[in-house]
């Protein structure tokens, strides 16, 4: 055997190890434990910083697949934002791990509603709500109407201020219209366009 073709089993035997060796001695990143992870992004999300918070709840989805918890407070805080269609679906996200969760459905009924306001709002708007779109949509209305035992629909979004946003998470069913029966001429039809559904 020549020297060079030993010299070269040689460096090949050395690579090898060097990679086997580099293989094994690899840190080993470890998740932080969830609650550590939900944590943080609480304490961005009450500092005012929502989109950090979304950023922290994303990683923890990603490090925990299997938990509902991270899509909830993703889905509460787009909903809060009034960004209707993200929180739609991030509660689907919620629903595919726990399709029972009561936060995550009504989320979902409820930025479907507003979601479906402004575009009735726009088409009576645009004149466009007319024959058998104005028939189903008034079917609609009637059949939410009474599933939901209310005479408003879409209770008006709530102003808050900033500490009670903090502290008020949760989404609310629609409220009681107070005075009972149907809505009267001094409600304001351009602000809700299932008015002129009843």
């Known amino acids: 055997m020549s020297t060079y ?11 090898c190890a060097v990679s086997i060796c580099a293989c094994t001695t690899a840190p080993v990143v ?29 990683q923890t989805a990603a490090a925990y697949p299997a938990d509902k918890t991270p899509w909830i407070h993703i889905a509460q805080t787009r909903y809060d934002a009034g960004q209707y269609g993200d929180a739609i679906v991030s509660a689907q996200e919620a629903l595919l791990r726990d399709p029972n969760d009561k936060l995550a459905n009504s989320i979902i009924a409820i ?6 306001t402004r575009a009735l709002f726009d088409l009576s708007r645009q004149n466009n709500l ?7 949509s008034q079917d609609l209305a009637k059949l939410l109407r009474e599933s939901l035992g209310e005479t408003v629909l879409v209770p008006p979004p709530v102003a808050k201020d900033r500490g009670q946003a903090a502290r008020d998470t949760s989404v609310r069913p629609p409220a009681n219209n107070k005075k009972g029966g149907k809505a009267t001429a001094s409600d304001d039809s351009s602000a809700n366009p299932f008015n002129a559904l009843k």
């Not at 961005?44 to 979304?54: I, L, N, P, Y």
Request: net charge positive; proline share 4%.
């Open 111 to 116: 930025s479907g509603l507003r979601l479906s």
């Open 5 to 15: 073709t030993h010299l070269r089993r040689l460096l090949g035997g050395a690579a």
């Open 130 to 136: 007319s024959g058998s779109l104005r028939t189903e």
């Open 30 to 58: 470890k998740t932080p434990p969830m609650e550590e992870l939900l944590s943080q992004a609480s304490q961005a999300s009450g500092s005012g910083q929502k989109e950090q918070a979304v950023t922290l709840w994303k």
